[in-house]
């Protein structure tokens, strides 16, 4: 039984930001988990199934991680990631643009933890103030006005803090469980860009070091993009970071009809019995299952390092796990800012990979840095 990665695997997860582990997830274990999805009833949540979450609870997963980022709670829930075959389709996505247009297998590049609103299914005239007060007026709570209690339709708070100063939920570790086989391309495969976690985790950093703020609405990310196709798209990632992505790809973008540029992802490939590994920052994508024979079928488990926050338990399917599932207020004890220690998570990714430290300070500094003092704020 494997329980840890190898000094080159580390070297591959600190400058990948992701790694792919062949097989450590046992037969038993995967056979059980497809026979429970297959048994599930109508309208059933599978998220708090037990067969699901030993996926990482029983398997070589748990001693992995451990080793490599710290104690973490053990996940209680999954996000159970089915996508359905399909083929091109006309509706607007949350980018503002028809699914059919998109790129790379119709792909919704973006930073995780993000307030995501229902995205308009016809376009939307007004200013970008008007659009802005539409949009978030049409979250699950009405129109409240511009508040932290605002929250998506996808249940992430507008701001995750009273003064909204962070916008972006976080924790330290995706891991991804896949049930079928994922070998071929357009199968519906979550997608990354390697290398990206640094890009952005470097734009976090200079939000903060010029204002103080952290994610949409901070410095050089505005929250919605007028420009797109239904005049109301979401910016999930902001134009420097994804001008800095399509800087790393050796082949030209391919683009949406208006002329736009997207960054490329890079599907994970695998099968059954493997697992992925990201860090949180890595920007990344669903895509469109077109030429799979069945639904693509990712367990996904979002994984807190237990430093951060020891009093709270973390359930393995929020990312926001600093608010309640649907943006409730958390108590926290005197003199603990989750906050301030979510701002430095943000910006010092690897300090919650307590395995990590000895790659990461025999690696950094032969990376060449990420200046972003041009955009402007």
Same mark, same amino acid.
């Given at each position: #039984?494997?329980?840890?990665?190898?000094?080159?695997?580390?070297?591959?997860?600190?400058?990948?930001?992701?790694?792919?582990?062949?097989?450590?997830?046992s037969?038993?274990?995967?056979?059980?988990?497809?026979?429970?999805?297959?048994?599930?009833?109508?309208?059933?949540?599978?998220?708090?199934?037990?067969?699901?979450?030993?996926?990482?609870?029983?398997?070589?997963?748990?001693?992995?991680?451990?080793?490599?980022? =710290?104690?973490?709670?053990?996940?209680?829930?999954?996000?159970?990631?089915v996508?359905?075959?399909?083929?091109?389709?006309?509706?607007?996505?949350?980018?503002?643009y028809?699914?059919?247009?998109?790129?790379?297998?119709?792909?919704?590049?973006?930073?995780?933890?993000?307030?995501?609103?229902?995205p308009?299914?016809?376009?939307?005239?007004?200013?970008?103030?008007?659009?802005?007060?539409?949009?978030?007026?049409?979250?699950?709570?009405?129109?409240?006005?511009?508040?932290?209690?605002?929250?998506?339709?996808?249940?992430?708070?507008?701001?995750?803090?009273?003064? #909204?100063?962070?916008?972006?939920?976080s924790?330290?570790?995706?891991?991804?469980?896949?049930?079928?086989?994922?070998?071929?391309?357009?199968?519906?495969?979550?997608?990354?860009?390697?290398?990206?976690?640094?890009?952005?985790?470097?734009?976090?950093r200079?939000?903060?070091?010029?204002?103080?703020?952290?994610?949409?609405?901070?410095?050089?990310?505005?929250?919605?993009?007028?420009?797109?196709?239904? =005049?109301?798209?979401?910016?999930?990632?902001?134009?420097?970071?994804?001008?800095?992505?399509?800087?790393m790809?050796?082949?030209?973008?391919?683009?949406?009809?208006?002329?736009?540029?997207?960054p490329?992802?890079?599907?994970?490939? #695998?099968?059954?019995?493997?697992?992925?590994i990201?860090?949180?920052?890595m920007?990344?994508?669903?895509?469109?299952?077109?030429?799979?024979?069945?639904?693509?079928k990712?367990?996904?488990?979002?994984?807190?390092?237990?430093?951060?926050?020891?009093?709270h338990?973390?359930?393995?399917?929020?990312?926001?796990?600093?608010?309640?599932?649907?943006?409730?207020?958390?108590?926290?004890?005197?003199?603990?800012?989750?906050?301030?220690?979510?701002?430095h998570?943000?910006?010092?990714?690897w300090?919650?990979?307590?395995?990590?430290?000895d790659?990461?300070?025999?690696?950094?500094?032969?990376?060449?840095?990420i200046?972003?003092?041009?955009?402007?704020?």
């Amino acid at each position: #039984m494997v329980t840890k990665l190898t000094l080159e695997q580390k070297k591959q997860l600190f400058h990948d930001g992701y790694i792919v582990l062949k097989g450590v997830v046992s037969d038993e274990l995967v056979s059980t988990a497809q026979a429970r999805i297959k048994a599930a009833k109508r309208g059933e949540s599978l998220a708090p199934a037990e067969e699901l979450t030993d996926l990482v609870n029983r398997s070589s997963v748990t001693p992995i991680l451990t080793e490599a980022m =710290g104690t973490f709670d053990p996940p209680s829930m999954v996000h159970v990631g089915v996508t359905k075959q399909s083929q091109p389709a006309d509706y607007f996505t949350p980018l503002g643009y028809r699914e059919k247009d998109l790129p790379y297998f119709g792909h919704g590049m973006h930073a995780e933890g993000l307030c995501t609103m229902t995205p308009p299914q016809e376009r939307w005239e007004g200013t970008p103030e008007e659009i802005y007060q539409r949009m978030i007026a049409a979250g699950p709570k009405g129109d409240i006005g511009r508040t932290a209690d605002v929250i998506g339709s996808n249940t992430d708070p507008l701001f995750q803090d009273p003064d #909204m100063t962070l916008s972006v939920g976080s924790f330290s570790a995706f891991v991804i469980v896949p049930l079928n086989d994922q070998m071929a391309d357009g199968v519906g495969q979550t997608a990354v860009v390697p290398g990206g976690h640094r890009v952005l985790e470097a734009f976090y950093r200079w939000q903060f070091e010029t204002a103080g703020k952290v994610g949409p609405e901070g410095p050089g990310w505005p929250r919605f993009d007028t420009n797109a196709e239904n =005049g109301a798209g979401h910016v999930y990632l902001p134009d420097a970071v994804q001008e800095k992505l399509m800087e790393m790809d050796s082949e030209t973008p391919e683009t949406t009809p208006d002329g736009r540029p997207w960054p490329r992802p890079t599907p994970i490939k #695998m099968e059954p019995g493997d697992v992925a590994i990201t860090i949180f920052q890595m920007p990344h994508t669903g895509t469109r299952n077109q030429f799979g024979t069945e639904s693509r079928k990712n367990m996904i488990y979002r994984i807190r390092n237990k430093r951060r926050q020891p009093n709270h338990v973390v359930t393995g399917v929020s990312d926001h796990p600093d608010r309640g599932a649907f943006g409730e207020w958390l108590e926290y004890e005197e003199g603990n800012d989750p906050w301030a220690r979510s701002k430095h998570a943000l910006t010092h990714m690897w300090d919650e990979w307590e395995g990590m430290q000895d790659v990461v300070a025999g690696e950094t500094p032969n990376l060449d840095p990420i200046d972003f003092s041009h955009v402007q704020h």
